[in-house]
C-alpha cells in the first residue's frame, strides 16, 4: 500500500469517526440531552428509551474512537452501518432520498463508507496494522456487514413497537346513517 493510499484511509477513518464521537457527544449532551434523545426514540417507536439513548450514545462514541485509532475495523464499521440502518430505517426512509427533507442519504453515505473500511482495512496508520490485525477483503467486509444486520435485527425485534396509525381527527361532524 502505497502512501496515498494509507493517508486516504487514515483521512476517511478519521472524518468518519470524529463524525459519529459528535453524533453521540450531541446525543448525550447536546439541546435535549439523554431525556431529549429518549423522547426521541421513544417517538420512532422504540421501547425504553433512555436505554435506547444511552446505547447509541456509547455505540456512537466508541465505534467513533475506534475508527479514529482503526482498531478493531470491521467490528468499528459494523456498529456504525448498524446505527445507521436503524436511523436510516426507523426515521429517515419515510422522508425519501434527499437530506435536505430529513431523507436518508446522509445515513446511507455514513454506513457505505464503513463497509468500505471493512473490506479495504484501515491502513497501515493503524492500530491494526501496528498490531498484525489484518482482517479485509470479503472476510472484513462480512464480518462489518453481518454483525451490523444481525445487531440490527436484534434491537429492533428486541424493541422496536410501532404505534398504529391514528384515525384522522377533523372538525366535520360523524355522517348520520338513516335508520
Known amino acids: 500500500m502505497g502512501n496515498a493510499q494509507a ?8 472524518v468518519v469517526g470524529v463524525t459519529m464521537i459528535a453524533h453521540g457527544l450531541n446525543h448525550w449532551r447536546g439541546g435535549g440531552r439523554i431525556a431529549g434523545t429518549a423522547r426521541w426514540f421513544t417517538g420512532l417507536g422504540l421501547r425504553h428509551g433512555v436505554l ?7 455505540t456512537e462514541i466508541g465505534a467513533g474512537a475506534l475508527l ?5 475495523t470491521p467490528l468499528a464499521g459494523a456498529a456504525v452501518i448498524s446505527v445507521m440502518l436503524v436511523a436510516g430505517l426507523l426515521a429517515h426512509r419515510p422522508n425519501g432520498f434527499f437530506v435536505f427533507r430529513e431523507g436518508y442519504e446522509y445515513v446511507l453515505l ?9 473490506l479495504l482495512g484501515p491502513g497501515r496508520l493503524s492500530v491494526d496494522s501496528a498490531a498484525g490485525i ?14 451490523a444486520v444481525v445487531a440490527t435485527a436484534g434491537l429492533l425485534a428486541t424493541f422496536w413497537r410501532p ?6 381527527v377533523t372538525d366535520e361532524p360523524a355522517e348520520q346513517v338513516p335508520g
Open 134 to 147: 489484518t482482517v479485509t477483503g470479503w472476510t472484513g467486509g462480512g464480518i462489518a456487514l453481518g454483525v
Open 110 to 118: 455514513l454506513a457505505v463508507t464503513s463497509l468500505a473500511l471493512g
Open 163 to 168: 404505534q398504529p396509525a391514528k384515525a384522522a
Open 68 to 72: 479514529v485509532a482503526g482498531l478493531l
Open 52 to 58: 435506547q439513548a444511552w446505547l447509541s450514545v456509547v
Open 7 to 14: 493517508v486516504a484511509l487514515l483521512l476517511v477513518r478519521v
